[in-house]
């Protein structure tokens, strides 16, 4: 007879053989946890790039509204310096124009009898002369832009003055107000007229009247100039006492 094929025992026939171990082998278990754990990571780098993606994103809005206040000041700043300089070149324009038509200089001269002063004041100045032969001022003319205002309520832009008072009368008013220091009394030479030295006074010379004086010594009477206000200064030094012409 054929010899009988052994079946294998059952399971557990042996006392001493290990049972198998329940559920996957190893080698799926590692599998799965290493599938499990790379998804965690994949998970984690894309939380972190979001996260970043957003950054970069509040940052570049952040960057673009800070360069548009950074723009519309630098242009506000530039429009602003635009129009000062603009300003500033207009109002240079107009006063050299204004410089300009002063020229050429008209001219006052007084009579022989007075010292023949020459006054050259701006074209663009009206001129009124009072000529008298009695009284204490035989000489008196006002000059001033355009027209020459009622004396009395406005402010003249020169006054001359040929007052029969003595030099030392004359300048004495004008040493009580320096006592006051309401005004300052400084020696001026005549530019024109050698040898000549009067005075000059600066600051209040009448009530609410800031402006300046000059006084020189005319035979025996007094040569007065005077500008009522400091608009006219320039004009005053730079025209007035520059040209300024007299026989003393």
């Given at each position: 007879m054929p010899p009988q094929q052994q079946?294998?025992?059952?399971?557990?026939?042996?006392?001493?053989?290990?049972?198998?171990?329940?559920?996957?082998?190893?080698?799926?278990?590692?599998?799965?946890?290493?599938?499990?754990?790379?998804?965690?990571?994949?998970?984690?780098?894309?939380?972190?790039?979001?996260?970043?993606?957003?950054?970069?994103?509040?940052?570049?809005?952040?960057?673009?509204?800070?360069?548009?206040?950074?723009?519309?000041?630098?242009?506000?700043?530039?429009?602003?310096?635009?129009?000062?300089?603009?300003?500033e070149r207009e109002?240079?324009?107009?006063?050299?124009?204004?410089?300009?038509?002063?020229?050429?200089?008209?001219?006052?001269?007084?009579?022989?009898a007075y010292g023949e002063v020459t006054v050259e004041y701006p074209k663009t100045w009206s001129a009124y002369v009072e000529e008298t032969d009695s009284g204490s001022t035989p000489v008196e003319g006002f000059f001033h832009p355009s027209f020459v205002p009622d004396e009395s309520d406005n402010i003249i832009a020169l006054r001359l003055e040929i007052s029969n008072r003595s030099y030392a009368d004359s300048l004495r008013r004008f040493e009580s107000l320096a006592r006051s220091d309401r005004v300052s009394i400084s020696p001026i030479e005549a530019v024109n007229v050698d040898g000549?030295?009067?005075?000059?006074?600066?600051?209040?010379?009448?009530?609410?009247?800031?402006?300046?004086?000059?006084?020189?010594?005319?035979?025996?009477?007094?040569?007065?100039?005077?500008?009522e206000s400091t608009e006219f200064k320039q004009d005053f030094d730079n025209i007035i006492l520059k040209n300024l012409t007299f026989n003393p």
């Open positions: 079946q294998p025992p059952p399971q557990g026939m042996y006392p001493n053989q290990p049972t198998p171990p329940a559920g996957p082998p190893p080698e799926y278990s590692s599998a799965s946890q290493s599938k499990h754990h790379h998804g965690k990571g994949l998970l984690i780098t894309v939380i972190i790039l979001s996260i970043a993606l957003v950054g970069v994103s509040a940052f570049a809005v952040w960057a673009f509204m800070e360069r548009q206040e950074y723009k519309n000041n630098v242009d506000g700043i530039v429009a602003t310096e635009v129009d000062t300089a603009v300003s109002q240079q324009l107009e006063a050299e124009f204004t410089e300009r038509e002063k020229e050429p200089l008209d001219s006052y001269t007084s009579p022989s000549v030295v009067g005075s000059r006074v600066d600051g209040e010379i009448s009530s609410d009247l800031e402006g300046s004086v000059v006084l020189f010594e005319l035979r025996d009477k007094t040569l007065l100039l005077t500008t």
